[in-house]
Antibody
Framework: QVQLQESGPGLVKPSETLSLTCNVS????????WSWMRQPAGKGLEWIGR???????NYNPSLKSRVTMSVDTSKNQFSLKLRSVTAADTAVYYC?????????????WGQGALVTVSS | QSVLTQPPSASGTPGQRVTISCSGS????????VNWYQQLPGTAPKLLIY???QRPSGVPDRFSGSKSGTSASLAISGLQSEDEADYYC???????????FGGGTKLTVL
């Protein structure tokens, strides 16, 4: 059973960089796309972007200028950096696995990490 | 504003059948498969239906999905109190080159 666990600071100051890491256990990070999503309180889900095990990325155009994703196959983990954050970036951030084809589906989710942007 | 459109709420009594609709466009539902997620309060979404009508192992057959054109629907039969949750539809969007989600439907079991 694949398990994902997000980790990182729960509080980030405005204009600084949000950094989260997702540790994958119970399966290899190879041969899959790995994704980040977020969900503001009481709102719906927003896709941030995804990274393949080889390092290939594709990002949501609305966030692309501020996002960087990376993968460390030796540690079976992948990471998210979101620069120049504002209060609008306050949300629960989920890491997840894409299965199936290139346009497949998300089958495993982390439990989520609440990140608050505030001074 | 979500790319896929869902009703904000739905309700039913125990044992009843309810359906939740999801409307999109030619760049998402019209050309790709639809997935559904169940999100219980305070928890992460859980895959409920994938590839329009496939159930992952462990999901009861009370849950079923269908798709026609640029719309899809999730049906829940034999409604139970534990089905009270938020339900999200999702599909790959060829214009975004990523997945898009509906705004979610809050299901209340009366």
């Amino acid at each position: 059973q694949v398990q994902l666990q997000e980790s990182g600071p729960g509080l980030v100051k405005p204009s600084e960089t949000l950094s989260l890491t997702c540790n994958v256990s119970g399966g290899s990070i190879s041969n899959y796309y790995w994704s980040w999503m977020r969900q503001p309180a009481g709102k719906g889900l927003e896709w941030i972007g995804r990274i393949y095990a080889s390092g290939t990325t594709n990002y949501n155009p609305s966030l692309k200028s501020r996002v960087t994703m990376s993968v460390d196959t030796s540690k079976n983990q992948f990471s998210l950096k979101l620069r120049s954050v504002t209060a609008a970036d306050t949300a629960v951030y989920y890491c997840a696995r894409f299965s199936g084809t290139y346009t497949g589906y998300i089958d495993y989710w982390g439990q989520g990490a609440l990140v608050t942007v505030s001074s | 504003q979500s790319v896929l459109t869902q009703p904000p709420s739905a309700s039913g009594t125990p044992g009843q059948r309810v359906t939740i609709s999801c409307s999109g466009s030619s760049s998402n539902i019209g050309s790709n498969t639809v997935n559904w997620y169940q999100q219980l309060p305070g928890t992460a979404p859980k895959l409920l239906i994938y590839r329009n009508n496939q159930r992952p192992s462990g999901v009861p057959d009370r849950f079923s999905g269908s798709k026609s054109g640029t719309s899809a629907s999730l049906a829940i039969s034999g409604l139970q109190s534990e089905d009270e949750a938020d339900y999200y539809c999702a599909a790959w969007d060829d214009s975004l080159n990523g997945p898009v989600f509906g705004g979610g439907t809050k299901l209340t079991v009366l």
